[in-house]
């Protein structure tokens, strides 16, 4: 397929590889942020191929991972609510609350639905008029403008059975987090071309000066990974912190101006908490206050105390590349996709989830 | 979360809601996609789709300019 296959050629691989150890002469740790950038990593065995003294860290790009246990408790809160049919993408119905899945609170009778886009829960809410169509929105900076279209739209159509939970969250807070971290040695960045095909990257320029680090921003083939490997290196190894683009083909330094003007005509940035990291500042989206009639935080009530979650999951250290999915006692054994003890098991972007499908790695415990 | 999945824009149209919606081909599977943000959209682009809508076009120039940079890799 055109824009795929082209970057998958084992002889541009081997090339690009072959470069790479040409330049290398330290140990790098190279961080990759974007979960689906991980899940490439494992697929095609990159790491196999790249030279031991590249370490490559896997961030913590996986928005169904970092969305907080308070929120999934709410979604299931709300998903019981009387005439409620509540939305969200997939991976998200999988994942753990503090006592079970929005799956699970569907086996028991709750009304919820699989959507593919946030354009289908404006259609149901269409479709559904004595319904309340809550949608459960989660992502980067990628997806968010997808929600924030949808609100506008509910606007214009008259909806008022459409409401969205919005749990979006931003990156480069995330980033920074990561490098003011004492425990996470990083040397490297990849960036995560989708979110900087909505929001550019000129976020990222002071980011890479004030941290010394530099930032590539990525496409999502194997050889687009390799490419970002190779530019992130040669400028560490010539002692240059900048931001480069590899994704040229889809990413503007400006980003896609529109689709920034619907996200920041619609939500606000807020403190927002991260599961298994804690709260990091500006890293949120709220509904502004002009939307709040479709924001269902406001309009329905909800009881947000959650108890203490007592588990064995190593998901915070996961996700800030502290540990590897495989230093888990749990990995393969009491954690698996089926059974899994955190989110980065379910998700399709989660890491321990890359670990589990593509296992090539042994495991250390 | 953030797949995004290159596809051919074969038709565009707007809808009741003064939405921008365009048919797109992945590889012979047609969906429609919100092309909103897509000011200079038209038929024969190539975009990347994330959850119903078009990101950005794909810049044919600068796709085939990353493969010259890895054939010429070697030379350098």
Redesign the interface.
């Known amino acids: 397929m055109k824009f795929i296959d082209e970057y998958r050629n084992a002889d541009d691989s081997k090339r690009i590889v072959d470069k790479i150890k040409n330049i290398l002469r330290h140990n790098w740790y190279i961080m990759e942020i974007c979960g689906g950038q991980t899940h490439t990593i494992l697929k095609y065995r990159l790491e196999e191929i790249l030279p031991e003294k590249i370490t490559l860290l896997h961030g913590p790009g996986c928005p169904v991972c970092v969305t907080s246990v308070e929120f999934i408790d709410k979604a299931i809160q709300l998903s019981f609510h009387k005439d409620v049919i509540l939305t969200s993408y997939g991976d998200m119905l999988r994942v753990p609350g503090t006592k079970y899945s929005l799956l699970y609170s569907k086996s028991i009778g709750a009304n919820v639905k699989t959507i593919y886009s946030p354009i289908d829960a404006l259609k149901l809410a269409k479709d559904y008029p004595d319904k309340k169509i809550i949608f459960f929105a989660i992502g980067f900076e990628t997806t968010a403008p997808a929600t924030a279209s949808s609100i506008i739209q509910a606007r214009k159509m008259g909806l008022k059975n459409f409401f969205v939970l919005c749990a979006h969250v931003l990156v480069p807070p995330a980033i920074e987090i990561l490098l003011k971290s004492q425990l996470t040695k990083i040397d490297g960045i990849i960036a995560a071309g989708h979110v900087c095909t909505v929001m550019g990257f000129k976020e990222y320029i002071p980011i890479a000066k004030k941290y010394k680090v530099p930032i590539v921003v990525t496409g999502f083939e194997p050889n687009d990974l390799l490419l970002g490997i190779f530019m992130t290196v040669k400028q560490l190894e010539e002692g240059r912190y900048d931001v480069e683009n590899q994704y040229k083909r889809a990413v503007r330094e400006e980003g896609n101006m529109s689709a920034k003007k619907i996200m920041f005509d619609v939500f606000e940035v807020v403190d927002r908490k991260w599961r298994g990291i804690g709260f990091i500042n500006n890293s949120g989206l709220k509904i502004k206050k002009e939307f709040e009639d479709m924001d269902a935080e406001k309009v329905f009530s909800l009881n947000t105390q959650i108890d203490e979650i007592d588990t064995e999951c190593i998901a915070g250290l996961i996700l800030q590349g502290i540990k590897k999915p495989v230093d888990c006692l749990n990995f393969a054994r009491k954690c698996t996709p089926e059974n899994p003890l955190g989110a980065p098991m379910v998700s399709s972007e989660g890491s321990c989830n890359a670990y589990y499908k593509f296992g090539s790695v042994k495991i250390n415990n | 979360?953030?797949?995004?999945i290159?596809g051919?824009v074969i038709s565009i149209s707007n809808t009741d809601?003064?939405?921008k919606i365009a048919k797109v081909d992945?590889?012979g599977v047609i969906r429609e996609v919100?092309v909103?943000?897509?000011?200079d959209i038209k038929i024969g682009d190539?975009v990347?789709v994330?959850?119903?809508?078009a990101?950005?076009k794909?810049?044919?120039k600068?796709?085939e300019?990353?493969?010259n940079?890895?054939?010429n890799?070697?030379e350098n």
């Open positions: 979360m953030c797949l995004a290159p051919r809601t003064e939405s992945f590889g919100c909103d943000w897509i000011p190539y990347l994330h959850v119903g809508f990101l950005n794909l810049d044919e600068e796709a300019e990353i493969l940079t890895i054939k890799l070697e």
